[in-house]
C-alpha cells in the first residue's frame, strides 16, 4: 500500500472508532475518508448531528416498545451504510438489528409481513434508487392490503432510506424520488430536514397506523443543531415557517432546505424578505400552512431537488394555483434539479442540482415579475 | 526452452503466462494509483477496487473474443481493463474528464465501452443481470456464435433478478456466461450470513445450469475453466456458471473502515496472491527473470502514469453540455431496422 493509502485508511478507521457519539464517519459519502479526520465535522459543542438524533430515535423506539426492530442491509455488523445504526447491535443484539441480505423485495415485503402481524418493524433501504427493486412491495402492496382488504388490514410499518445527491456518485445513487412515492395513496412520505424532526418523527411514524416512508437526505447526516429539548413526538401533520418573511414565499422540503435558507439569507442583503416553508410531510401535504404563507407574501418559489416534470413541485404549483390563485401576484416560480441523469463529474453535477444562487434568481423573478 | 527474444514472446510459448501477467499487475498497479489520486480528493464518489481478485478478471476475459460481450459491476476497474478499456479512458472517466470512457458522466462505478461490447459498470446489484441476459437473447436470435459474460458478486445471488435471470437463461438456453466473483463478504455481511446455502455452484446448478467453483486466486485455473465454459456456451450449450473463489484484500469502498474481519483472515489470503502465484510459477519454469519483471513493471508504471497526465490535462465537459445523451441525438441513432429472421454479422453501433 501506498503511504497516502495507508494514512487515508487509518484516518478513517480512526475516525469511524471514534463515532458511536461523533458525526463525520466515513460511512457517509459526504464526508469522505480522506477528509474524516476531524471526526467533529466543526460541530459545536452541546449539538448533535442529524446521524445522531436518527440512531438515537431508533434507539429509544427499540427500549419503549418490543415490537419494534430495525432490519436492512448491513445495518448490524456494518454499523448502516450511512454509519445511522452504528453500535445499536452491540446495544440491541441481532434479534433487534438484523441484517439482511442483498434482497430488498423478501425484506420489504417481510416487514409488510411483520407489520400485518402486529410488529413494528422500521425496515432500512440503503438508498431510494435500491428501493425500487422493492418498488412492488411498497406500492401494490404495502399502500393498498387496507384498502383492497375492506378496512381489516393495517400495515404500520416505517422504512426508511437516503435520498438525494451531491457526493459525486453518479445516476444509480443520487435521484429524489420520493416524489414517485408521494403520489401513491396509502402512503404517508415524510422528509425531515432538521436535526429536530430526525429525532422526533420517527416515533410518530411508528405510531402511525399505516406505512410511512422517511426520507433522509444523503447531505444531511453531518449536519448539527441542538438536540431538541422535547425529545418527543412531533406533529407530522405540519408544514413549518422556518423563516419568516414577507415579500416571498419559497417552499421546499429535506436535503434542500439548508441551500433556501442560505438564498433567504442573500436575499435578504438586498432587502427581500423570503419565507421559508419546510413541507416535513410530502404526503398528504399541508395545504393550510402554504396556503396561509401564499396569502402574506403572494409571491411563491418551489425548489426541489427531484425533476421538474411531473414532480412534486409540479403538485405544490397546481395546488397553489387552486387554491390561492388570486392571492398571487406573479407566476409560480419552480427551481428544480435538471432533467437529467445525476452525472459523475463534479461540475455537472453541481450545475444539475439547484442551489442557493438559483434559488436566489428564483425568488428575484418572482420577485420583480409584478403581475 | 531457452529464455530469448521479447518476454512477450516467450509468454505465449507459456501459454500467455505473459499476458495473464502483465494483465494482473496493470489492474493492481492502477487500482494502487486510483488510491493516491483518491486521497489527494482527485477522484471522487464511490471507488471500489479490485485488489486482490485481479486473476478473475485477468483469467476470464482471456478466454472471450472481441465479438464476445461483458457486462460487468460497479467494482470492474479490473473488468474494463481486461476487455481492453484503455488506462488513460478510464482515468480520464473517475477525473469526470470529456474523454472519459463514459464522457466524466459515469465515474468509476459506470464504465462503457461501445467499441469493445463492454456494456457497464452497473451500481445496482443484481442490476447487469437481466441485460445480460437480452444480450445473449439477441446474440441467439440472430444465430450468431457469440458469447455474453456477466461478473457479479456473492451478494448479487441473494437479489431475485439472479433467480429470474439464470432460470430465464436456462429455459431458453441462452449463450450467457455467468461469472460470480465470491469474494466472501458483500459490503460488511459475510457469505455465511446472506446465504443460507454458500456453495453457490450448486445453487446455480439446481436450475438446470453447467456450475463450477474454481479457484479464483489461481489465474491458470480462471483461465481454463473459463474458456472450457465460454466454449460450451458458444456451441449452444446452454448458460454456464463459474463460481470463482475469491478475495478483496482492501475494504469494500473508500468509505469502509473495514470492521467487520480480522486482519488476520486478510493475511491468510495474500498468501495466495494470484500475482505471486503466477510470477513464482514463471520462475520455476525459467519464463521469467527479475529484470522481466522489473521491466514490466517500469512498462506499467508508464502507461499509468501517462494515463494520469492525459486525464489532468483533458478537458471539462462544457456544462452547456449537461443535458447530453438523456435522447439520442440524430435521428436513427438506434441502427436501422434489421431483416427479421436473418442471421448474419452484427452490425456495429
Ligand atoms: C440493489 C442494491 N442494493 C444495495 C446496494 C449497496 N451495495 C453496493 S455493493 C454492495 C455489496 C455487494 O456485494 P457483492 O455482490 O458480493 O459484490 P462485491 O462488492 O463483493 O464485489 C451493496 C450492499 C446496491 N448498490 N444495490
Known amino acids: 500500500m501506498s503511504e497516502p493509502a495507508r494514512t487515508a485508511a487509518k484516518r478513517a478507521r480512526r475516525t469511524r472508532a471514534g463515532t458511536s457519539g461523533t458525526s463525520g464517519s466515513p460511512g457517509n459519502p459526504g464526508n469522505p475518508a480522506g477528509k474524516a479526520a476531524d471526526g467533529r465535522s466543526g460541530k459545536a459543542p452541546g449539538t448533535i448531528t442529524y446521524r445522531e438524533a436518527m440512531r438515537e430515535a431508533i434507539a429509544e423506539a427499540i427500549e419503549r416498545d418490543e415490537r419494534v426492530f430495525l432490519m436492512g442491509e448491513d445495518v448490524g455488523r456494518y454499523g448502516g451504510c450511512f454509519a445511522v445504526s452504528l453500535g445499536l447491535l452491540e446495544r440491541f443484539g441481532p434479534e433487534r438489528i438484523r441484517d439482511t441480505p442483498l434482497s430488498e423485495a423478501a425484506f420489504v415485503g417481510a416487514g409488510i409481513g411483520a407489520a400485518l402481524a402486529g410488529m413494528r418493524p422500521i425496515v432500512e433501504i440503503m438508498t431510494v434508487n435500491f428501493s425500487l427493486l422493492a418498488l412492488d412491495q411498497i406500492v401494490n402492496n404495502a399502500a393498498t392490503l387496507r384498502h383492497m382488504s375492506g378496512g381489516q388490514f393495517g400495515v404500520p410499518l416505517v422504512i426508511r432510506m437516503t435520498t438525494g445527491a451531491g457526493r459525486q456518485l453518479a445516476a444509480q445513487h443520487s435521484h429524489s424520488l420520493e416524489g414517485w412515492y408521494a403520489h401513491v395513496p396509502g402512503l404517508r412520505i415524510l422528509a425531515p430536514a432538521t436535526v429536530e424532526d430526525a429525532r422526533g418523527m420517527l416515533w410518530t411514524a411508528l405510531e402511525d397506523p399505516d406505512p410511512v416512508l422517511l426520507f433522509e437526505h444523503g447531505s444531511l447526516y453531518n449536519a448539527s443543531g441542538e438536540p431538541p429539548a422535547a425529545a418527543g413526538p412531533v406533529d407530522i401533520d405540519r408544514a413549518a415557517v422556518r423563516r419568516p418573511g414577507r415579500d416571498v414565499t419559497l417552499i421546499t422540503y429535506g436535503g434542500t432546505l439548508p441551500g433556501t435558507l442560505a438564498a433567504a439569507g442573500r436575499l435578504a442583503e438586498d432587502g427581500i424578505e423570503a419565507e421559508v416553508v419546510d413541507l416535513r410531510t410530502l404526503r398528504p401535504l399541508d395545504d393550510e400552512t402554504i396556503m396561509a404563507s401564499v396569502r402574506r407574501t403572494h409571491r411563491v418559489v418551489i425548489v426541489d431537488e427531484a425533476w421538474r416534470s411531473g414532480g412534486l413541485a409540479a403538485e405544490v404549483s397546481a395546488r397553489v394555483t387552486e387554491q390561492a390563485f388570486y392571492d398571487l401576484d406573479a407566476p409560480v416560480e419552480r427551481v428544480c434539479g435538471a432533467e437529467v441523469p445525476t452525472p459523475y463529474a463534479a461540475h455537472l453535477e453541481r450545475a444539475a442540482l439547484p442551489g442557493p444562487d438559483d434559488i436566489a434568481a428564483g425568488a428575484r423573478r418572482a420577485v420583480r415579475n409584478d403581475a | ?349
Not at chain 2, 459515469?106 to 444480450?135: C, E, K, Q, T, W
Open chain 2, 1 to 349: 526452452m531457452t529464455a530469448t527474444g521479447r518476454p512477450a514472446e516467450r509468454g505465449e510459448a507459456g501459454g500467455g503466462q505473459w499476458e495473464l501477467l502483465r494483465g494482473m499487475l496493470l489492474i493492481r498497479r492502477f487500482e494502487e494509483r486510483c488510491v493516491e489520486l483518491y486521497s489527494a480528493a482527485k477522484i471522487r464518489g464511490f471507488l471500489h477496487l479490485y485488489i486482490g481478485e485481479e486473476a478473475v478478471a485477468a483469467g476470464t476475459l482471456r478466454a472471450l473474443t472481441a465479438e464476445d460481450a461483458v457486462v460487468s459491476t460497479y467494482r470492474e476497474h479490473g473488468h474494463a481493463l481486461a476487455r481492453g478499456v484503455p488506462a488513460e479512458a478510464i482515468m480520464a472517466e473517475m477525473y469526470g474528464r470529456a474523454t472519459g470512457c463514459s464522457g466524466g458522466r459515469g465515474g468509476s462505478m459506470h464504465l462503457f465501452d461501445a467499441a469493445r461490447r463492454f456494456y457497464g459498470g452497473h451500481a445496482i446489484v443484481g442490476g447487469g443481470l437481466p441485460v445480460a441476459v437480452g444480450l445473449a437473447l439477441a446474440d441467439r436470435m440472430r444465430g450468431l456464435d457469440r458469447v455474453t459474460a456477466c461478473v457479479f458478486g456473492d451478494g448479487a445471488m441473494a437479489e431475485g433478478a439472479f433467480h429470474e435471470c439464470v432460470n430465464l437463461a436456462a429455459l431458453w438456453r441462452l449463450p450467457v456466461l455467468f461469472v460470480c466473483e465470491n469474494n466472501r463478504y458483500a459490503m460488511g455481511t459475510a457469505l455465511a450470513r446472506e446465504h443460507a446455502q454458500t456453495d453457490l455452484a450448486l445453487r446455480a446448478s439446481s436450475y438446470g445450469v453447467a456450475s463450477w467453483a474454481v479457484d479464483g486466486m489461481d489465474v491458470l485455473a480462471v483461465e481454463a475453466a473459463a474458456r472450457r465454459a465460454a466454449e460450451a456456451v458458444r456451441w449452444g450449450g446452454g448458460p454456464h456458471f463459474l463460481e470463482m473463489r475469491t478475495y478483496r484484500y482492501r475494504a469494500h469502498s473508500m468509505y469502509d473502515p473495514d470492521l467487520y474481519r480480522g486482519k488476520a483472515e486478510i493475511e491468510e489470503w495474500k498468501k495466495r496472491d494470484p500475482i505471486d502465484g503466477l510470477v513464482a510459477r514463471m520462475r520455476a519454469g525459467g519464463r521469467i527473470t527479475d529484470a522481466d519483471l522489473e521491466s514490466l513493471e517500469k512498462e506499467i508504471a508508464a502507461e499509468i502514469d501517462a494515463a494520469i497526465r492525459s486525464a489532468e490535462d483533458a478537458p471539462l465537459e462544457p456544462v452547456e453540455d449537461l443535458t447530453r445523451f438523456v435522447y439520442a441525438e440524430k435521428a436513427g441513432e438506434a441502427g436501422k431496422p434489421g431483416k427479421p429472421g436473418k442471421a448474419g454479422k452484427a452490425v456495429r453501433s
